[in-house]
């Protein structure tokens, strides 16, 4: 069964673009061992559970002003041995890839742009 594409961005759908691309990172050889050094490989674990809501509550925060992330996007990242410019893109590929099985492409758009901006950023702050 084909299952609609949303045209608007609710915390509804949110969750299911967080909980289409986490899967896809698992199961990716460059970027997955990143998210199974910290996390393990269970998504259906309380340590992934935890991460799906704090990731949903982060999109929730940069496309809808929601505030129940007040974290710091950027500082586990420093904490990523071996972390390179090769797997920020790839896990930007795979990101738009998990956005169009969600959105369609007017609303895709806003995630694929606010992505590539913030990974640009994490980049320019590693030094990658
Ligand atoms: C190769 C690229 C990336 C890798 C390997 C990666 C990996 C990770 C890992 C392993 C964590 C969990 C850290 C922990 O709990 O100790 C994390 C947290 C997080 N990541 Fe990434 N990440 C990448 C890119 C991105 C990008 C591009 C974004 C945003 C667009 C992002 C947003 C976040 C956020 C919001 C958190 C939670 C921060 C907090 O604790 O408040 N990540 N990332």
Known sequence: MQIALANTINDENIETLVRTFYPMVLEDPLVGPFFV??????I????WEEHLVLISHFWA???LGDERYNGHPMAPHFHIEGISRKAF???LKLFH?????VYIPRSGEFFKLKSTDIASNFMR????
Do not use: C, T
């Open 37 to 42: 050094e910290k996390l393990g490989d269970n």
């Open 44 to 47: 259906s674990s309380d340590v």
């Open 61 to 63: 925060f940069v496309a």
């Open 89 to 91: 893109e790839q896990w």
């Open 97 to 101: 890839e998990a956005v169009d099985k």
């Open 125 to 128: 702050n590693l030094r990658i």
